[in-house]
């Protein structure tokens, strides 16, 4: 019988139940043993699912409070001494290192002041892991018992578990140097944290653990030689020490074969490989197999949402079974779960011939049992089950929705001429500065302001129709004024008008398109606390009318400053919604990037002189490995930018946002925006600066870190912006926060950006009389 796998489930709950209670514990309503014991509920019920659905091996230490690599680097002692001096609770230090604390002295406690850890994309997702952060003085040891506690956990509820760890290689490599240890190449520690993990699977073992999945997601990338040995040196050492359970290395989200290399010839019990991205390794990925090793075949989708095609996938594991064998093959999914909603049966209004095309976790665990039943043999027992799927799969293939002969049209018309600005930057820059007479280091912010709570309850009534348009909408408004009078209460050049009528950047736009679904309840994390509902494109995308400009325009009404009209860049929007599986993403890119074009266009027309466009997502949606894929993938993600955002006048500035990722300057040249805002408060390598110094056009690092509640002072303000215009001209520079602000109270947001627009103004009087 072929066995089932799954390799991470999603740890939020069915309704979020981590977030609120995370959340609550921050805010000081529920206590650490309370926060703890929804965790163990929450994996108890998982384990319990995937048993129920027949899963053969179910993973366990995939749940975590913030993040999995961050648990790690607590685990493994991997703490910078600044979270340590306080001697908070590990639960608070964990805290801290993700979101920093800012806490003032009490009678029993002291001062708190520590900025987070770095955050960034895990590969090209939409989730985000807390960067290990390495010094010289960094001494591994193991500092607690998590994968071990809950392998237990599971076995006392009668569950056997398969624990799943980062792996060395990859931990070493998606970590950095601190500050203090910027020549510190984090893979030179291999030899120093091999013993710790050697420690810790010894520990595994002894606690009954036959197999463990090791994470090794670094070797779908480019790896520099030193990291591609590292493999043999980590994996001849883990396969050879006595006494340790048997590991299965396991990579996804692409292709492995330009590094097989470095993993042939391991002596690891198996292998796991991502089939649904890379299908066409299969041949090479099985010649480096002994006769003994495991072939865990990833077929089911963790990255998205579409129904798997059964018969496909069944044919596709059929012959991986005739190169290996059946006792020797696994059917799996491609990777964690953990980046598809929970429960497709918790989605009451989806369209329901639609819903049917659809696939959340939950269901998912059903497809690896199905194709490992049918792979096996046992055909009578899902026979309806397979001829139902075939059914929905054809029927999602043949259906209008998919395809628009007027987007269609539209897609054809697209030349270099409409996908190209006027005049060149320079020009164009003459022009604005005589439009805004902005002054030299001008301060905006990203776009939103904190959504509180009265703003999502609101929301929320007006969904369920307690409240009418008119209400919700004089409501938003009234938040539209008040953010306007801070921001010129404060002294901001350039402002905004907050968000407040977007439940999500993405999502909102999703459900003003044409061609999309979306989700009540289809909850994904995208990091720590903070989960999205990816909208779903389901079929070619058009604007039915204007999404934004009757809020742009009110914003713009009350006030003489410049207000930004504020969208989400068509890139954006396909990386951060589910996109099709049956047209390439360039087309439903470029589809987006036209139905933008009109609404930029509208706001040109209607009186909005700066318009931002964000791309976040712009550099997680570079294909993992350098060749033509890449070069292909920069050309349309910056033409579907320059199709949205070239029709306007030379005198209309165009922006852009980036966030959470290391961004090329040379990637986003292309994009042709007059002024773009990056997140930047955790870069400290100099070298990242010296880069950004050669953009051409104008730019703003941003100054603060807006995933903490911790406000910095003017001076260290003064003090950061002082170190980047060492190397930085300051005629191009802007100052804005890291991102968003919609995440943050209030209070922080108007004491940072009070400081934020204070040290501008000194810098502005220094460099005044100079
Ligand atoms: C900028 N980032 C974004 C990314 N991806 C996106 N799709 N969007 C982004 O902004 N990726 C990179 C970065 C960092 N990532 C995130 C992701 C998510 C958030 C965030 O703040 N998420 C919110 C949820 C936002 C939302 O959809 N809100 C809805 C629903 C609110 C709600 O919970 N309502 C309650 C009722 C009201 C109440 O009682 O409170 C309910 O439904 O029960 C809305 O506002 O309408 C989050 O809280 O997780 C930030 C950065
Ligand atoms: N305009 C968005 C960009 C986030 S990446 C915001 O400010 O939240
Ligand atoms: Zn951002």
């Not at 009668?158 to 624990?163: A, C, L, N, V």
């Not at 095309?357 to 309806?384: H, P, R």
């Not at 395809?403 to 930057?425: C, H, M, W, Y």
Request: net charge neutral; proline share 5%; aromatic share 10%.
């Amino acid at each position: 019988m072929v066995q089932s796998a799954v390799l991470g489930f999603p740890r939020i709950g069915a309704f979020r139940e981590l977030k609120k209670n995370t959340e609550s514990y921050w805010n000081g309503k529920i206590s650490a043993d309370q926060l703890l014991a929804v965790g163990k509920d929450i994996r108890a019920h998982n384990w319990k699912l995937q048993k129920d659905a027949g899963v053969d091996i179910i993973p366990s230490n995939d749940f975590s409070f913030y993040d999995q690599v961050l648990d790690l680097s607590l685990l493994f002692n991997v703490v910078p001494a600044r979270y340590t001096k306080y001697d908070l609770p590990a639960l608070d230090t964990y805290f801290a290192m993700a979101r920093g604390l800012q806490r003032k002295a009490t009678e029993s406690s002291k001062a708190v002041d520590v900025p987070a850890l770095e955050m960034v994309k895990w590969f090209d997702s939409n989730y985000h892991y807390v960067r290990p952060t390495f010094s010289h003085s960094t001494e591994f040891k193991l500092n607690g018992s998590k994968p071990i506690d809950e392998y237990l956990e599971a076995k006392a509820l009668g569950i056997e578990t398969r624990p799943v760890l980062v792996g060395p290689v990859s931990y070493l490599f998606l970590g950095k140097p601190d500050k203090d240890s910027l020549d510190l190449e984090p893979i030179s520690l291999l030899e120093k944290i091999l013993p710790v993990y050697i420690e810790l699977l010894k520990k595994l073992a002894a606690a009954g653990v036959k197999q463990v999945q090791i994470d090794e997601p670094t070797l779908v990338l480019d790896l520099p030689e030193n990291v591609k040995a590292a493999f043999k040196t980590a994996y001849e050492k883990l396969t050879s020490t006595e006494g340790l359970p048997e590991l299965i290395l396991t990579t996804y989200f692409g292709d492995v074969t330009p590094n097989l290399s470095a993993i042939e010839g391991l002596k690891v019990a198996g292998f796991h490989f991502d089939f649904v991205r890379a299908p066409q390794q299969l041949e090479k990925v099985v010649s480096i197999l002994n006769d003994k090793q495991t072939l865990s075949v990833g077929i089911v989708d963790g990255r998205n949402i579409w129904k798997n095609d059964l018969a496909s996938s069944i044919k596709f594991v059929k012959e991986a079974i005739a190169k290996v064998s059946a006792d020797r093959v696994i059917v799996a999914t491609s990777s964690s779960l953990l980046h598809t909603p929970v429960d497709l049966t918790n989605e009451k209004k989806l369209d329901a011939e639609i819903k049917d095309w659809f696939s959340f976790a939950t269901q998912k665990l059903d497809e690896v049992v199905t194709i490992a039943k049918a792979v096996s043999g046992e055909t009578a027992s899902i026979s309806e089950k397979l001829s139902a799927n075939a059914a929905s799969i054809k029927t999602r293939k043949e259906h209008a929705i998919t395809n628009d002969p007027a987007v269609q049209k539209r897609l054809g018309e697209i030349n270099d001429a409409l996908a190209t600005r006027s005049s060149p930057f320079p020009k164009r820059l003459a022009i604005q500065k005589e439009e805004f007479h902005l002054p030299l280091f001008p301060t905006t912010t990203i776009g939103s302001f904190p959504q509180t709570k009265d703003i999502r309850v609101e929301r929320n009534k007006f969904a369920k129709g307690q409240i009418s348009e008119e209400e919700y909408t004089e409501f938003i408004k009234k938040q539209i004024q008040e953010v306007v009078d801070f921001q010129e209460s404060v002294g901001l050049d350039v402002l905004v008008h907050g968000e407040p009528e977007r439940n999500d950047m993405v999502q909102y736009f999703g459900e003003r398109l044409k061609g999309f679904a979306f989700t009540t309840n289809g909850w994904v994390q995208s990091y720590g606390t903070r989960y999205v509902r990816p909208p779903i494109i389901v079929g070619d995308v058009s604007r039915p009318g204007p999404m934004t400009v009757k809020t742009s325009v009110y914003a713009q009404s009350i006030t003489k400053k410049p207000m930004k009209g504020m969208l989400t860049g068509p890139v954006t929007i396909l990386r951060w919604s589910f996109p099709r599986n049956d047209v390439p993403q360039k087309t439903q890119s470029l589809q987006l990037g036209l139905a933008l074009r009109d609404e930029v266009q509208d706001l040109e027309a209607a009186g909005i002189h700066v318009i931002q466009v964000d791309e976040p997502a712009i550099r997680e949606g570079l294909p993992l490995r350098a060749g033509q894929e890449r070069t292909d993938y920069l050309k349309w993600a910056a033409e579907s930018f320059r199709v949205a955002t070239s029709g306007v006048k030379d005198s209309t500035q165009i922006h852009s946002h980036f966030c959470y990722s290391d961004l090329d300057p040379n990637h986003i040249k292309a994009l042709d925006a007059d002024v773009v805002s990056i997140e930047f408060s955790k870069k400290d390598d100099p070298k990242y600066i010296q880069e950004f110094s050669n953009y051409p056009n104008h730019i703003g690092l941003g100054l603060f870190d807006i995933h903490s509640p911790r406000v910095p002072s003017e001076e260290e303000f003064i003090a950061r912006i002082g170190e980047i215009l060492k190397v930085y001209p300051a005629e191009k520079f802007w100052c804005n926060p890291d991102c968003g602000l919609k995440t943050r109270k209030w209070e922080e947001t108007k004491a940072s950006l009070a400081n934020m627009v204070a040290a501008a103004k000194y810098y502005r009087e220094k460099y005044a009389t100079k």
